[in-house]
Nanobody, 125 residues
């Protein structure tokens, strides 16, 4: 079992920045591929970003490329999502997820093995 706990959400003005954290406990964190998803009110969950464990490859949704950066610190069992140049359309609950085998299609959230409970990000003036 892997437990994931997100933190770092909050209210930020458009153009601002936030860094989300995902603290993992349980099995060996470094063997898991990590991902972030989000779900806005009334919308379907969507993939945001992922980082693979073996090569540290980073994958981003087109909507966040150039603005968000995913990273991980195995020594702290923590993954991060640095979000810059935030827009009102980035407002959503953000969820951390972990999976042993990286899926061919990261947009398929059903492939994830573990999920956190989410942290709310609100971008508004």
């Amino acid at each position: 079992q892997v437990q994931l706990v997100e933190s770092g959400g909050g209210l930020v003005q458009p153009g601002g920045s936030l860094r989300l954290s995902c603290a993992a406990s349980g099995r060996t964190f470094s063997n898991y591929n990590m991902a972030w998803f989000r779900q806005a009110p009334g919308k379907k969950r969507e993939f945001v970003s992922a980082i693979t464990w073996i090569y540290g490859a980073r994958i981003y949704a087109d909507s966040v490329k150039g603005r968000f950066t995913i990273s991980r610190d195995p020594s702290k069992n923590t993954a991060y999502l640095q979000m810059n140049s935030l827009k009102p359309e980035d407002t959503a609950d953000y969820y951390c997820a972990a999976v042993i085998t990286a899926p061919s299609d990261w947009s398929n959230g059903a492939a994830m093995d573990y999920w956190g409970k989410g942290t709310l990000v609100t971008v508004s003036s």
